[in-house]
């Protein structure tokens, strides 16, 4: 399996600033994908980090306020901008090689907003 | 909304016991994979059974699917303390356009006590 990180691995931010979040991974990953799991719940998928192309949003998330890049198929990052207190949580990077396959998880950015 | 639903949505155990979780979605899948995560830590992959398959086994783990249902069970034999966490499943949608976008149930929150 692929050996993820990201950093930071938590940060404190205050509103209105934001924050880069970085995933890495040790090999070429076809898919990229950026999920958020807000205090006591589950995960949602907020993009998919496309290679060369903009992000595959899903419903609820737009670029403007969580613009993702993936300049190659080793990293991609996920911005959370104009931050307010809505937006702590966690947010996780995961790869996958293609299509239904395993999909494994970095180790997570543990965001608190002020 | 969430593909998956699990139940329960906690469960207590004493160390030695099985502790069974289970899963239900909604459309077809591809695949269904389990997750485990530890105190708001990043997910680890557990399994993986493809639409195709019926139980799968690893270690102390089987899961079973049954897409008739749409239902899966993840059992825990055996159980230690080291086995609390949070356990999700995760559905990859058929002929979704994403390929691979997983989608979350909202957790089982496992606790064994010693």
């Known amino acids: 399996s692929a050996v993820i990180s990201q950093k930071p691995s938590r940060d404190i931010c205050q509103r209105g600033t934001s924050l880069t979040i970085q995933c890495q991974v040790d090999s070429q990953v076809t898919m990229m994908f950026w999920y958020r799991q807000q205090p006591g719940q589950s995960l949602t998928l907020i993009a998919t980090?496309?290679?060369?192309?903009?992000?595959?949003?899903e419903s609820g998330f737009v670029i403007d306020k969580f613009p993702i890049s993936r300049p190659n198929l080793t990293f991609s990052t996920l911005t959370v901008s104009n931050m307010s207190p809505e937006d702590s949580s966690i947010y996780l990077c995961?790869?996958?090689?293609?299509?239904?396959?395993?999909?494994?998880f970095g180790p997570g950015t543990r965001l608190t907003v002020l | 909304s969430q593909q998956g639903e699990e139940d329960p949505q906690a469960l207590s155990i004493q160390e030695g016991e099985n502790a069974t979780m289970n899963c239900s979605y909604k459309t077809s899948i591809n695949n269904l994979q389990w997750y485990r995560q530890n105190s708001g830590r990043g997910l680890v992959h557990l399994i993986l059974i493809r639409s195709n398959e019926r139980e799968k086994h690893s270690g102390r783990l089987r899961v079973t699917l049954d897409t008739s249902k749409k239902s899966s069970s993840l059992l825990i034999t055996a159980s230690r303390a080291a086995d609390t966490a949070s356990y999700f499943c995760?559905?990859?949608?058929?002929?979704?356009?994403?390929?691979?976008?997983?989608?979350f149930g909202g957790g089982t929150r496992l606790m064994v006590k010693p």
């Open positions: 980090a496309n290679q060369g192309s903009e992000a595959t949003y």
């Open positions: 995961s790869v996958a090689q293609g299509a239904a396959d395993t999909q494994y």
């Open positions: 995760a559905t990859d949608a058929r002929n979704n356009n994403a390929g691979n976008m997983l989608t």
